[in-house]
């Protein structure tokens, strides 16, 4: 099916910004929605942001509502997010993957998973 790879973390300083890239070098994705998954050291995996691949609808965890945008480019096959206004708490692995049905609000709704990217904010 879809091969996801991930790219644009590094590191970057409190209220900074990052712009992550998710390519799919696989299959056209034809599902319901793509999206931004992360993992803290230590912490479970938890949804961060979603975007409907066909109507381009998004959804978004509270904490990073206002200050992350998720976006498509369909046709390159390619998913984006803008991080804005960073702080120590959004440290973590972000990592892309695909959702086939609704609500694809939580972990559970997504499979494919990308390798990961890091992303380091320091105060």
């Known amino acids: 099916q879809v091969q996801l790879a991930e790219s644009g973390g590094g590191l970057v300083q409190i209220g900074g910004s990052l712009r992550l890239s998710c390519a799919n070098s696989?299959?056209?994705?034809?599902?319901?929605?793509m999206g931004w998954l992360r993992q803290a050291p230590g912490k479970e995996r938890e949804f961060v942001a979603a975007?409907?691949?066909?109507?381009?609808?998004?959804y978004y965890e509270e904490s990073v509502k206002g200050r992350f945008t998720i976006s498509r480019d369909y046709a390159k096959n390619t998913m984006f997010l803008q991080m804005n206004n960073l702080k120590p708490e959004d440290t973590a692995v972000y990592y892309c993957?695909?959702?086939?049905?609704?609500?694809?609000?939580?972990?559970?709704?997504?499979?494919?998973w990308g390798q990961g990217t890091q992303v380091t904010v320091s105060a």
């Open positions: 696989g299959r056209p994705f034809r599902g319901y929605a």
């Open positions: 975007i409907s691949w066909s109507s381009g609808n998004t």
């Open positions: 993957a695909v959702a086939f049905g609704p609500p694809a609000t939580m972990t559970g709704d997504y499979e494919s």
